[in-house]
């Protein structure tokens, strides 16, 4: 595997551009396995079906079940449920199969739109794990809502708050910002960051997005 990694930086070393650091090259190394181990994973799924080659797995059935199973509805439980929900597997896969066999995703703004949802999901995935280490209890909610409501009668005309069903979810929100955002400060301090200070200060502002290079 680790030649495999040396071959690919080497045929991107020849094409790229020389202001390509060491640490690039790393940040490459570690999406190209990243990327490995996803394909991997999925050629461990249980193959079920194929479109032109691209597959439908077990797992894409079982996402699938749970999405659709949320309303209960009745073509789930009939006979012939377990037909109809692989189809409708095969039809919603059936557009990203035809976008691939037009080269849509090599588009440059489809892939620079990717890398950005991969960055932001990986940041969630990252609050998620942080803020399941100490879950906000409802003791906390019910506490911060009977401070909301008390500056709810002094502050506003209906003198009533909204009930704490309807604000129970917002509160929750509001009371994991603060240790999320302590949690960033802390972050912010760790790591060596380092800024280009002429390239800030030639940057157009409002900032635009560059020429996109078409293949």
Not at 170 to 195: C, D, G, H
Request: proline content about 7%; charged content about 25%; glycine content about 4%.
């Amino acid at each position: 595997m680790s030649q495999i990694f040396v071959l690919i930086l080497l045929l991107f070393l020849s094409g790229c551009k020389p202001n390509i650091t060491v640490v690039d090259f790393a940040e490459l190394t570690h999406a190209v396995w990243t990327d490995v181990r996803v394909w991997w994973r999925h050629m461990q799924q249980p193959v079920i079906a194929r479109i032109d080659g691209h597959r439908i797995t077990t797992s894409d059935m079982a996402e699938a079940y749970k999405n659709y199973s949320v309303g209960r509805p009745k073509w789930l439980a009939a006979p012939k449920g377990r037909q109809t929900l692989l189809e409708g597997v095969i039809i919603n896969a059936l557009p990203e199969v035809v976008a691939e066999k037009a080269g849509l995703d090599q588009d440059p703004t489809y892939q620079q739109k990717l890398a950005r949802a991969k960055r932001e999901l990986l940041a969630r995935f990252l609050q998620e794990r942080f803020r399941a280490i100490k879950p906000i209890t409802e003791e906390e909610i019910k506490a911060q809502y009977k401070a909301d409501a008390d500056d709810w009668a002094r502050t506003s005309s209906t003198k009533t708050p909204p009930p704490y069903e309807a604000m129970r979810d917002e509160i929750r929100r509001q009371i994991a910002y603060t240790p999320w955002n302590q949690q960033l400060l802390k972050m912010r301090s760790s790591f060596p960051i380092v800024v280009d200070t002429g390239a800030v200060e030639s940057l157009p502002f409002p900032p635009e997005s560059g020429p996109e290079r078409r293949e």
